[in-house]
């Protein structure tokens, strides 16, 4: 590991590349200390999309990231995309340094209380691997729960039309309408964050978002590796 920790962020699309965004804001408070590299193929997204799938030509591009952040020295590395949780399963394997995916702390905090939990999502790509992740956690925490999905059909594209007001209209609907049929909602994509007070407001019910809390928990790994490191080196022998 180098003197100065590192956080490797892979992104699949630009959304999330400007200097303001919310990613780049929580990782430079919660790890003020630590570099921050940017590995970026902003079409994966896009094909997976036109796919309705991750693809293995998109696992391959996703893996390639995640392999170019461990070859810069990256200490973690964090998967900025819901939509591409598949390919990361893979990029875990075949990658030593830790990957977090943005979702996974959302996720596991989502099943501790909630029996019934659901998806809203503006991006259909995003509503299997998130649904898969829920049941991960809920497996890992020995819950027996259901999920339920919501698809605001078409509101992505509104929002990246640059109609905003429009397409926060579309997730409140979306919210609204799946709250009737569960206890807790996690938002399946970064750009659903900032509405997450307003949805928790409308619905009455816990709402779930996913940037502060992986960027969270990418620092708590990358302390927890570089405290291992650190004890590693102190304990070889001279």
Do not use: W
Request: proline residues 5%; aromatic residues 2%.
């Amino acid at each position: 590991m180098s003197t100065t920790p590192s956080i490797a962020v892979l992104h699949t699309s630009l959304l999330f590349i400007n200097p303001d965004s919310l990613i780049n804001e929580y990782l430079a408070e919660l790890a003020p200390d630590a570099k921050v590299l940017h590995f970026v193929d902003s079409d994966v997204l896009a094909a997976v999309v036109r796919d309705g799938e991750v693809s293995p030509a998109s696992t391959q591009r996703t893996v390639h990231l995640a392999q170019a952040a461990e070859s810069a020295g990256a200490d973690v590395i964090f998967s900025a995309c819901s939509s591409v949780g598949p390919a990361i399963d893979v990029a875990r394997r075949l990658v030593c340094a830790p990957i977090v995916k943005i979702d996974d702390a959302m996720t596991a905090s989502a099943v501790e209380t909630a029996d019934a939990v659901g998806v809203l999502a503006t991006v259909p790509t995003t509503l299997p691997p998130t649904r898969a992740l829920v049941e991960e956690k809920a497996r890992a925490a020995g819950r027996d729960i259901s999920v339920q999905e919501r698809l605001c059909e078409g509101a992505f594209s509104v929002l990246m039309s640059g109609d905003r007001d429009r397409h926060d209209a579309m997730v409140l609907e979306g919210a609204r309408a799946l709250a009737t049929e569960v206890d807790a909602i996690v938002l399946a994509q970064a750009s659903m964050a900032r509405l997450a007070p307003a949805i928790a407001e409308a619905v009455g019910k816990p709402v779930l978002s996913s940037p502060r809390s992986g960027a969270e928990d990418a620092v708590r790994v990358l302390h927890e590796r570089t405290a291992a490191l650190v004890h590693a080196t102190e304990m070889r022998p001279l």
